[in-house]
């Protein structure tokens, strides 16, 4: 059956569907709740821990139509697969037993992999998949979580995250793919056609959440669900272009925005919630609401005057699900708003019509179709290799002077620092629990970057440090080992955490990390900087005097290995950074930052610009050219540049092909990442490349706030070669 056909075929099944509905029903459908509402503490043995009585009375007496989070086993962490997946199945089971046996979808945040899933393959976060700049990768990142998340039992994951990441102090930059807009919707796409296939109701494919819609990711005092203040330009210009991606590439649900932007929180704009998303964008999924932010409209944004009227608000700007997430609260309320006419049956059969939709879409109506076997599907050697390829392209080697990186097998290390010798802190948060900073549910068999170049070396390699990243550190005992060493591998950085939990005062990295740093810099001898963590910390002045840096931010559970491969060259460093490091704490710029700030005294001076990365072969691109120096209105452009590997061992390289606007209407970036392509070049091969630039990447959001493309001159740069052409009426 075409697609075409079949989505007739489901409009049809979800309109005889709806006819059937109670009100009771309908209003079921749009109220998710937390596992925790129908769970109980694991118990041992063959039972799911879910209790049987809250269950039914969840999915039968209030027609709930989702589920999510982790159950407890025994408090909130991450479930074998076989308890995973006898959860669902008594969910689904009970569901049959409703009057219309419209199934429970049950939803969780698997956003770098099975998060939730003991043994799962936990990919680099987003911030390191993009620094991999490699879409392939991202696609199969995509492919391999549908499965292990479908082998589960689970339906729904809420990923991937569009937000755009510019304000590095924000505790959840790592979940998005960085600053620039083209990056995050190639990488956010090339993820959801990976995630969802062709068809998403395939037993190994799944639907995927577009979050957090939108402008989440930019708080003006960079803390977590604080007001962000995004004129309208700007947020057609770089917030919404990713999600427009992510409708585009077919994710059919999206997330709400937990907070405010210009005073108006992202669950009660109906401008952007149903003006922007369905009537511009032409989103046709449903809205799911993030966590407790319709019942937050009352508690905590003052918003609505009661409960009820905050379900009103949020029903009315366009949100159709309900993360309650604890209660019957938003289902009651909303019977009520519906029996008093308040809300409209119409708004409400269309919030559920577009719910059921997706169901179906998801093959959740076929009871007898099979739970993919976990046999084959899960923790597979191709996922892991495939993880720690991604781990591998991940890292972004920042200095290396004098060439001191790669060392020698048989190299005498120190590996010292807070990072050095713990799994969470390359995993960050959403792993095996909410702030995944459980180092003890960590898989044994992954390694820490200390055991892993222990394993790898054939010389010595000494750890000195504590047990838990908050351990107090002997720097005297640290330089003292150091005397007997030849290098010093200091990983420093950041615990794992998320949300509000991982707000900080300054992007300065800790100070009991520089003291330890200055110490280790002063032992003399030569000091490679290792940092991991979600976002960049300031470490200018300890950068500045150690001859290696390497930025791993959070590689993920193959992240040991892959660091090691790299320090031992067994891996040649390919990564590149998608965002600007900054160099002060009070120095945020973006790459793509307007004229004036790189005008006289104002410059973008970051510690390390995007796009930055070293190899320990060296690259040149030339012959840049423009096809046409000048085009009509409407044409593509074509652009030419070739790319040699000029050193003696093979590497990746990202060609990255930028554009800028002369003179427009609206002042323009200097300049704007517009096309990639990542090659892999023997010493002296040398590659030509071409990208087709269209008419949307030479547009920009003019006066009155439409797309639009000017005449005049343009350019285009690749590494240090510029070339320009000109667009005329
Ligand atoms: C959280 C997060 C969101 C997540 C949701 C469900 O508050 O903001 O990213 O998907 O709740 O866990």
Not at 121 to 126: G, V
Not at 318 to 325: A, E, K, L, R, Y
């Amino acid at each position: 059956m075409n697609t075409h056909a079949a989505s007739e075929a489901i409009e049809d099944k979800v309109k005889e569907l709806l006819s059937q509905m109670t009100l009771e029903e309908k209003a079921g459908q749009m109220t998710q709740i937390d596992f925790s509402v129908v769970g109980t503490p694991a118990v041992s043995g063959e039972e799911p821990p879910i209790d049987r009585t809250r269950l039914e009375d969840a999915v039968i007496n209030h027609h709930v139509g989702s589920i999510l989070n982790v159950p407890f086993t025994p408090a909130n962490r991450a479930a074998p697969i076989g308890t995973w997946r006898k959860i669902t199945a008594a969910v689904q089971e009970a569901s049959q037993r409703t009057r219309l046996k419209i199934p429970v979808i049950y939803g969780i945040d698997a956003i770098h992999g099975a998060t939730y899933t003991q043994g799962a393959a936990l990919f680099p976060q987003a911030i390191s998949m993009a620094a991999t700049f490699n879409p392939e990768l991202s696609f199969k990142e995509g492919e391999i979580t549908a499965r292990e998340v479908r082998a589960s039992g689970l339906q729904w994951n809420f990923s991937p995250v569009m937000d755009i990441g510019r304000q590095p102090l924000w505790p959840r930059l790592w979940e998005t793919y960085g600053e620039d807009v083209h990056l995050a919707s190639v990488m956010g796409t090339s993820y959801i056609k990976g995630h969802q296939g062709d068809d998403f109701s395939a037993p190994d494919k799944l639907p995927t959440c577009l979050k957090h819609y939108v402008g989440y990711s930019f708080p003006i005092n960079g803390k977590d669900r604080t007001p962000a203040w995004i004129g309208e330009r700007m947020l057609r210009e770089y917030f919404l272009p990713t999600f427009e991606a992510g409708v585009q590439a077919g994710a059919p649900t999206v997330m709400v925005n937990s907070s405010e932007v210009d005073g108006i929180p992202g669950h009660a704009n109906y401008q952007y919630l149903t003006t922007i998303l369905r009537g511009e964008m032409g989103f046709k999924g449903f809205t799911v609401s993030d966590w407790e932010d319709i019942k937050r409209l009352y508690t905590r944004d003052k918003l609505a005057a009661t409960p009820k009227e905050a379900v009103k608000i949020a029903v009315m700007a366009g949100v159709d699900m309900s993360m309650v997430p604890f209660d019957f609260t938003f289902y009651d309320l909303l019977v009520e708003l519906a029996r008093s006419g308040e809300v409209p049956m119409s708004r409400i059969d269309e919030a559920v019509s577009r719910i059921l939709t997706v169901k179906f879409q998801t093959g959740l109506f076929d009871p007898e179709r099979p739970v993919l076997p976990a046999e084959g599907n899960f923790a597979t050697p191709e996922a892991v290799e495939t993880n720690r390829q991604a781990a591998r392209e991940a890292i972004i080697l920042a200095k290396n002077d004098n060439h001191i990186l790669p060392l020698k097998k048989d190299a005498s290390i120190l590996v010292a620092g807070p990072t050095a010798n713990l799994l969470s802190v390359m995993n960050g948060g959403w792993t095996i629990t909410w702030q995944g900073d459980s180092e003890s549910l960590y898989p044994q068999d992954k390694l820490t970057v200390f055991e892993a170049l222990q394993t790898k070396s054939a010389g010595k390699v000494t750890y000195v440090g504590g047990q838990a990243f908050d351990d107090p550190i002997d720097v005297d005992k640290v330089v003292a080992e150091a005397q007997n060493h030849d290098y010093v591998l200091l990983a420093l950085g950041e615990k794992p955490y998320t949300e509000t939990p991982g707000n900080i005062d300054s992007l300065m990295l800790d100070q009991k990390q520089i003291d330890l740093a200055n110490a280790v810099i002063e032992a003399g001898k030569p000091v490679i900087l290792l940092m991991l963590g979600g976002r960049p910390r300031v470490i200018t002045a300890i950068a500045e005097k150690v001859p290696g840096v390497i930025l791993g931010f959070l590689p993920g559970m193959e992240g040991g290995e892959a660091i090691a491969d790299i320090i031992y060259g067994d891996y040649n460093p390919n990564g590149k950074l998608p965002i600007s490091y900054p160099r002060n704490t009070n120095d945020i710029v973006p790459y793509d930052h307007k004229p004036t700030e790189s005008f006289e005294f104002n410059t973008y001076k970051p510690l390390y610009p995007f796009g930055h990365g070293l190899s320990y072969t060296t690259f040149e691109t030339r012959g840049l050219s423009v096809e046409k120096s000048q085009i009509k209105m409407g044409e593509n452009v074509t652009v030419h540049v070739s790319v040699k590997n000029t050193g003696t061992l093979k590497g990746k390289e990202t060609v990255l092909l930028y554009l800028n606007d002369v003179a427009a209407s609206v002042t323009r970036p200097v300049r704007q990442l517009k096309a990639f392509k990542k090659v892999e070049l023997e010493p002296g091969q040398e590659q030509s490349l071409s990208f087709t630039l269209t008419p949307r990447d030479l547009s920009f959001i003019g006066i009155d706030m439409k797309r639009i493309v000017e005449p005049g001159e343009f350019k285009v740069m690749v590494g240090n070669e510029t070339a320009g052409f000109s667009v005329t009426e």
